[in-house]
């Protein structure tokens, strides 16, 4: 299901590295005794270690965590990075922070999140643009990010609140209606392209433990006539669904053999008798796309010697989303699985086989047929515990509707009412996945951790992070821009906090760095840092580093001019291109920027300056030419150009700006000797070209 056509990650750090070893040690010699969901544990029973990692596998129909104890996932799907706005849905209206905090204070444990091999392509490619369609004011915090940067940083949310992660690859193309497609490869995106991005990812996110399952591909179908249409048998052939998802998930496993593998089922699947070559309606059994899993119980999908992370994951829906032939007649609970859940799926729950996950199942509220199957099916997953996520958090989904209102702020408490049963839920708290943050966060009123869920008394984390080190600092006149190594902990590093000569002047920073401004210029100041951890110890300061800012006029830094220019230096016009780079890590004004191009005017002559085009628009730039009361070397003029509108992010620049300055009696210049010509067929940086920011030195040398 789809809606219709509408900085590096954080790793865990060595010391918890090492406490997990020694846990893994500790675990080996006493082996854990597998309670019930609930955290029991039988009586005499010695209570096993806390787990430090929240890595999942499974055991017979059970998912577990490292301690044998098992768990149960029922989260929601958000989806948008799938698309062609490739990032999350609403956030031209919704705060990411928001968003993901009450999913957590809601009781959502895992995050379903459909991404497409076309969009992990372009991050493996990297040389990205700053996402589009994001509202700036809504999401302060992601003004300038890639679209990477943005998932990043929504996977350091979600460690905070303590909610977990599912990747799902839901189609090869970044579009709206790219799940329409039957299979997993596409035009030039490739089965090899499919499995080298799923390695990528694993490679790029094996040590955080935030996401916790790979869902390998979203609703692979395809009926009898159909080319190509996803097939399951024991074949090596392209088509052959299974043998994608085995390859798939043996790749990954190599990578980190702690992820959780999802595989979904197909759309058809041949009645006994018939095969795979007939084209004859008659010869096949039906399902919802991605929700036939019949071909498991003849041809199981072998992971090897990880076979202990395989989860199958079908989908179901209701007669608004089609209207089945099981929902013609008299049916009811009863029917749905005798006719359709236990031969498709539900027969690998009740044998033993394998935990099941249903990725997607949800719908309308309609107090009518659809209401009855989802009343039906809820009850099917809260009586059996069967691992979900709901279809979904998205308004803009056309067919199902989401748990939030149109408005994207405001929940469907009406939905979110009928959803809550099916999440796990202990004592009147909802259970994190994380064995030390509450759902929720470490603040949270409705959450409580896996640890405390499961009956566990951890020792209390009492131990401080180490000081963070490695403080280094760039100046300016204004600004001091500071960066650190991250500082370590048993458990995680949470946030940092900023002091200037011993007053705090910044907390919360999850990033390892920070720039100061407003400063004085010429003045010394001295910073330290500290970390904060997950339980809130925080550390020793760091090593102070003492810094005296620049002289007034000292350029920031913040903007790069770029120059090219092959025009005959002896003719009647200066005519140089140029480009203003935002090298801040703010959003720039541009009403707020001012370039200079000096020259000398060869002569007593006035000169005046136009605009022959610019990316930005001739009508958005306002140019000036002035003469100096004091000619200086190689310049007794400059051309002055400014903007009216406009704005920068982070990394981006203006495009191109192409000027012509002549004398009013059209006499020739001689540029050889001018301060700010050079000869370039390319852009390259241009320091004898000056540029200002809210009237302080941003960029170059005035000449002299």
């Known amino acids: 299901m789809s809606a219709p056509p509408t900085t590096p990650p954080r790793r865990r750090s060595p010391m918890r590295a090492v406490a997990a070893a020694l846990l893994g040690f500790a675990m080996a010699a006493t082996p854990a005794v597998t309670a019930a969901a609930s955290g029991s544990e039988p009586e005499g029973a010695a209570a096993a270690a806390v787990p430090q990692e929240d890595w999942l596998h499974t055991e017979g129909n059970q998912i577990v965590d490292e301690a044998g104890k098992p768990v149960w996932l029922t989260g929601a799907?958000?989806?948008?990075?799938?698309?062609?706005?490739?990032?999350?849905?609403?956030?031209?209206?919704?705060?990411?922070?928001?968003?993901?905090?009450?999913?957590?204070?809601?009781?959502?444990?895992?995050?379903?999140?459909?991404?497409?091999?076309?969009?992990?392509?372009?991050?493996?490619?990297?040389?990205?643009?700053?996402?589009?369609?994001?509202?700036?004011?809504?999401?302060?915090?992601?003004?300038?990010?890639?679209?990477?940067?943005?998932?990043?940083?929504?996977?350091?949310?979600?460690?905070?609140?303590?909610l977990k992660v599912m990747l799902d690859v839901h189609s090869a193309e970044a579009d709206n209606s790219g799940h329409v497609y039957p299979m997993w490869y596409k035009g030039s995106i490739t089965s090899e392209d499919f499995y080298e991005t799923w390695e990528w990812v694993a490679e790029r996110y094996k040590d955080n433990d935030t996401i916790l399952a790979m869902d390998i591909q979203n609703e692979p179908h395809g009926t009898q006539d159909q080319s190509p249409r996803a097939k399951w048998d024991d074949s090596?052939?392209?088509?052959?669904?299974?043998?994608?998802?085995?390859?798939?998930?043996?790749?990954?496993?190599?990578?980190?053999?702690?992820?959780?593998?999802?595989?979904?089922?197909?759309?058809?699947?041949?009645?006994?008798?018939?095969?795979?070559?007939?084209?004859?309606?008659?010869?096949?059994?039906?399902?919802?796309?991605?929700?036939?899993?019949?071909?498991?119980?003849?041809?199981?999908?072998?992971?090897?010697?990880?076979?202990?992370?395989?989860?199958?994951?079908?989908?179901?829906?209701?007669p608004l989303v089609y209207n089945q032939p099981w929902f013609e007649g008299e049916w009811n609970r009863d029917t749905l699985e005798r006719d359709v859940w236990d031969p498709n799926w539900l027969y690998l729950h009740k044998e033993n086989t394998s935990p099941l996950l249903l990725g997607e199942w949800g719908g309308f509220l309609d107090g009518g047929p659809n209401q009855k199957w989802m009343t039906a099916l809820r009850?099917?997953?809260?009586?059996?515990?069967?691992?979900?996520?709901?279809?979904?958090?998205?308004?803009?989904?056309?067919?199902t509707g989401g748990l939030l209102n149109s408005d994207w702020t405001t929940w469907d408490e009406e939905k979110y009412e009928f959803l809550k049963p099916a999440l796990w839920e202990q004592d009147g708290k909802f259970v994190s996945l994380d064995h030390q943050v509450p759902?929720?966060?470490?603040?949270?009123?409705?959450?409580?951790?896996?640890?405390?869920?499961?009956?566990?008394?951890?020792?209390?984390?009492?131990?401080?992070?180490?000081?963070?080190?490695?403080?280094?600092?760039?100046?300016?006149?204004?600004?001091?821009?500071?960066?650190?190594?991250?500082?370590?902990?048993?458990?995680?590093?949470?946030?940092?906090?900023?002091?200037?000569?011993?007053?705090?002047?910044a907390?919360?920073?999850?990033?390892?760095?920070?720039?100061?401004?407003?400063?004085?210029?010429?003045?010394?100041?001295?910073?330290?840092?500290?970390?904060?951890?997950?339980?809130?110890?925080?550390?020793?300061?760091?090593?102070?580093?003492?810094?005296?800012?620049?002289?007034p006029g000292t350029p920031s830094g913040d903007l790069t001019v770029l120059h090219r220019n092959n025009d005959d230096p002896r003719d009647n016009a200066i005519r140089p291109h140029l480009k203003i780079v935002n090298n801040s890590d703010q959003q720039v004004d541009l009403a707020d920027v001012t370039m200079r191009y000096w020259f000398?005017?060869?002569?007593?002559?006035?000169?005046?300056?136009?605009?022959?085009?610019?990316?930005?628009?001739?009508?958005?730039?306002?140019?000036?030419?002035?003469?100096?009361?004091?000619?200086?070397?190689?310049?007794?003029?400059?051309?002055?150009?400014?903007?009216?509108?406009?704005?920068?992010?982070?990394?981006?620049?203006?495009?191109?700006?192409?000027?012509?300055?002549?004398?009013?009696?059209?006499?020739?210049?001689?540029?050889?000797?001018?301060?700010?010509?050079?000869?370039?067929?390319?852009?390259?940086?241009?320091?004898?070209?000056?540029?200002?920011?809210?009237?302080?030195?941003?960029?170059g040398t005035e000449p002299s």
């Open 77 to 162: 799907n958000w989806f948008g990075f799938n698309t062609s706005e490739r990032v999350f849905h609403g956030l031209w209206t919704a705060n990411i922070e928001t968003v993901t905090r009450q999913m957590a204070e809601r009781g959502i444990n895992m995050v379903r999140v459909p991404i497409s091999t076309q969009l992990l392509l372009e991050w493996k490619a990297g040389g990205l643009a700053p996402a589009t369609g994001i509202n700036d004011a809504a999401n302060p915090e992601l003004d300038g990010m890639t679209t990477l940067e943005i998932f990043d940083y929504w996977l350091e949310l979600c460690e905070q609140y303590g």
């Open 236 to 318: 090596t052939d392209q088509d052959n669904w299974k043998y994608a998802c085995e390859t798939a998930g043996r790749r990954i496993l190599a990578v980190n053999p702690k992820v959780l593998i999802l595989c979904e089922g197909i759309e058809i699947y041949p009645r006994d008798g018939a095969d795979w070559q007939s084209t004859n309606e008659d010869d096949y059994h039906f399902n919802w796309w991605g929700g036939n899993l019949r071909g498991a119980r003849e041809h199981p999908v072998d992971l090897g010697a990880h076979q202990d992370q395989l989860v199958y994951s079908p989908h179901d829906y209701g």
């Open 379 to 399: 009850s099917l997953i809260t009586e059996e515990r069967l691992h979900h996520t709901f279809w979904c958090l998205n308004p803009n989904s056309g067919d």
């Open 439 to 505: 759902l929720g966060g470490m603040d949270s009123t409705t959450g409580i951790s896996l640890a405390e869920a499961s009956g566990e008394q951890p020792e209390p984390d009492t131990e401080a992070p180490s000081a963070p080190d490695g403080l280094t600092a760039d100046v300016s006149a204004s600004r001091v821009s500071l960066t650190w190594q991250p500082a370590t902990d048993n458990v995680r590093v949470i946030d940092y906090s900023v002091y200037r000569d011993g007053v705090e002047v």
């Open 507 to 551: 907390s919360g920073l999850r990033d390892t760095g920070f720039v100061d401004r407003g400063l004085t210029s010429e003045t010394a100041y001295a910073y330290t840092v500290r970390a904060r951890d997950a339980a809130g110890n925080v550390s020793a300061a760091s090593a102070p580093l003492t810094v005296t800012t620049a002289p």
């Open 600 to 699: 000398t005017r060869d002569g007593d002559s006035s000169v005046q300056a136009w605009c022959d085009w610019a990316v930005a628009g001739c009508s958005n730039l306002e140019l000036r030419v002035v003469e100096l009361a004091v000619p200086v070397d190689g310049a007794d003029a400059y051309v002055e150009i400014g903007f009216t509108q406009g704005s920068l992010a982070p990394g981006a620049d203006t495009g191109d700006i192409q000027i012509r300055a002549n004398k009013t009696d059209w006499s020739v210049f001689d540029e050889t000797d001018d301060y700010s010509h050079t000869v370039s067929a390319s852009y390259t940086e241009a320091p004898a070209i000056t540029a200002s920011l809210a009237g302080d030195a941003a960029w």
